[in-house]
């Protein structure tokens, strides 16, 4: 038989969803290459990315442990104008 080489793979976009399948595969003993490319710094990226259950779950399935101190609690939503001014407040506990 020839050689046994490990299981390789791309993943495209360094999202929070690419990343736990990086995670995961490597756990898995894959070999893993995360591709992302933008133009920008990714600075003021992710304000709609809140903390679920799932989320917690998958951490952990990922990590191996409980994951309790994550990301910092809201008490509202407030969305802006076009020139950054709030325009409306919404009240929602995440």
Do not use: Y
Not at 49 to 54: A, L
Request: glycine letters at 12%; hydrophobic letters at 45%; one cysteine or more.
């Amino acid at each position: 038989m020839g050689n046994v080489t490990a299981s390789r793979a791309i993943i495209v976009g360094g999202s929070m969803a690419g990343l736990f399948a990086a995670l995961l595969l490597r756990q898995m003993g894959w070999e893993v290459r995360v591709c992302e490319r933008t133009p920008n710094q990714l600075t003021g990226r992710g304000a709609g990315i809140v903390t679920h259950e799932e989320l917690r779950i998958a951490l952990q399935t990922a990590i191996g442990s409980p994951v309790d101190d994550l990301g910092v609690a809201v008490d509202e939503r407030v969305l802006l104008d076009r020139a950054g001014a709030p325009a409306l407040k919404l009240p929602l506990h995440q």
